[in-house]
């Protein structure tokens, strides 16, 4: 008989011998399983390879989707999307016009949209809220801007205040 172990333990061995039968090799003594007892395929543990991974792998593959946005939707600016659109307030004003003259060149309708766009957007909500503070308070805007930041709420700069402001009137002809 060539025992072939299968399972083993500090003191004992389930072997299955070459005539198929399930034994235990316990202190260098063969011992016979009952037939009622339940089988172990095996109590030794899975191969790495077999077992789950408990450490998380990197997804590399998993891209965020691409949006694909035309002059009215980029209108519809974040405050975020504002301040990287230039480093002056000048220069952003000017990207913003740009994108509403590109609008008219189309159709005069296209360039009411993108003006309604803008109006919605979160910087223009920033403006008339700012604005509205400052009424309301009887303070200038300089003062109400501070105040806003020190209370470590969103605000623009005077300069992007100003340069709004402009913006608007003109957007109004």
């Known amino acids: 008989m060539n025992p072939i172990p299968l399972a083993s333990s500090d003191d004992e061995v389930m072997v299955k011998t070459t005539d198929g ?5 316990r202190s260098g003594q063969f011992i016979d399983i009952p037939s009622s007892a339940p089988t172990v395929v095996s109590a030794r543990r899975p191969p790495p390879s077999a077992m789950p991974s408990t450490t998380k792998i990197p997804v590399m593959d998993i891209r965020p ?6 002059p009215v939707q980029e209108l519809r600016m974040s405050l975020e999307d504002y301040g990287r659109l230039a480093t002056t307030p000048a ?3 000017a990207k913003i016009k740009e994108k509403i003259a590109l609008l008219e060149k189309q159709e005069y309708a296209k360039r009411l949209e993108g003006v ?3 109006k919605n957007s979160e910087v223009f909500a920033l403006y008339v809220l700012l604005g509205q503070e400052s009424v309301l308070s009887g303070t200038s805007i300089e003062e109400t801007i501070a105040k806003r930041k020190a209370d470590g709420k969103p605000e623009l700069s005077v300069e992007d205040f100003q340069a709004l402001t402009q ?3 003109e957007l109004r002809n």
Do not use: C, E, S, Y
């Not at 039968?21 to 090799?25: G, H, N, R, T, V």
């Open 116 to 118: 309604t766009a803008w």
């Open 91 to 93: 220069q952003r004003i």
């Open 167 to 169: 913006l608007n009137k």
């Open 21 to 25: 039968a399930w034994k235990i090799l």
């Open 65 to 70: 989707p691409v949006v694909v946005m035309g």
